[in-house]
């Protein structure tokens, strides 16, 4: 596909109100990447992703659903490796360079090394359900950095299960980047929409 042609995948700029407040260890970043970068993503990961071997999968269980994935990273050899290859290095780049940012905003987050991706292809009927991605010991409040193409979503944030805990929704639009670790790196996490109409 051109690139041009990817254009139209893009959510045009805009600026938001500023959320509320979202749970210590979590950093939202709108429009943190560039439209060109998205794209560049976007070229990169449909190359990735449709190789024979280590592209995208159909993901559909009970926590996933109707979700195209592709592992990148560490785990290339022995038990459970996967054969997605390393992170590009434009997308460790990436990572580094939000998490420099968010910690402007929170200095507490620990150094990190972007050494395993996973990229998650939406459509709207997609949902990922509420759960933590367990840390590595190694680095236990290493952040995790969520960056967004395409269509909106609300992404809901909650410290623990159930009601006693608040979830808080951030609407993710494609360019914004979303940080969180240190104290929040396992906290719960969800994709319960993926808003279709967002480029309207
Ligand atoms: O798509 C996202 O940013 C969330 C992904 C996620 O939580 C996961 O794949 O475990």
Request: charged fraction near 25%; proline fraction near 10%.
């Amino acid at each position: 596909m051109k690139r041009s042609a990817l254009e139209d995948f893009l959510e045009p700029a805009r600026v938001r109100p500023r959320g509320p407040a979202l749970p210590k260890g979590v950093v939202h970043l709108p429009l943190f990447v560039a439209p060109d970068e998205q794209l560049d993503l976007i070229v990169g990961a449909l190359e990735l992703g449709t190789r024979p071997r280590g592209g995208f999968f159909l993901c559909n269980n009970e926590k996933t659903k109707r979700m195209k994935m592709m592992n990148l990273g560490r785990r290339t050899e022995g038990p459970g490796c996967h054969e997605g290859g390393p992170v590009p290095e434009a997308w460790r780049a990436l990572a580094l360079r939000s998490v420099a940012a968010a910690r402007r905003l929170e200095p507490s987050f620990p150094p990190m090394d972007p050494d395993v991706c996973v990229v998650n292809v939406y459509t709207a009927l997609s949902k990922l359900s509420p759960h933590v991605d367990v840390p590595t010991r190694r680095d236990p409040g290493a952040p995790i950095v969520s960056v967004s193409v395409g269509l909106a979503c609300d992404f809901v944030l909650q410290r623990g299960w159930g009601k006693k805990h608040k979830a808080h929704t951030v609407r993710l639009c494609g360019g914004d980047a979303l940080v969180f670790g240190g104290g929040a790196r396992g906290i719960l996490h969800s994709v319960p929409r993926v808003h279709a109409q967002s480029h309207e």
